[in-house]
């Protein structure tokens, strides 16, 4: 079974530190897919971005086997 689809609004988690004090992620966005929507929400994909406490995240991993405006699926 596959991974769930990540779209416009979704939480994510981010790895990333400032020193010692951890990132705590935020909202996908604020771009995501013009023309594909999951739940009436835009698609993300890799190389969209996320909010964060810190600078903004990319998507770094996406699906191997479904493409989105030919990038993988988030």
């Keep these: 079974m596959g991974s769930p689809a990540a779209r416009l609004g979704d939480m994510h988690i981010c790895p990333m530190y400032s020193g010692d004090t951890p990132h705590v992620g935020g909202p996908v966005g ?5 023309n594909v929507n999951f739940g009436g929400l835009p698609a993300t994909r890799m190389g969209d971005m996320a ?7 990319l998507i770094v991993g996406g ?3 479904v493409f ?7």
């Design 68 to 74: 989105i405006n030919g990038l993988p699926a988030a």
């Design 30 to 34: 604020p771009i995501g897919s013009p």
């Design 63 to 65: 699906s191997t086997t």
């Design 51 to 57: 909010a964060c406490s810190g600078p903004p995240d």
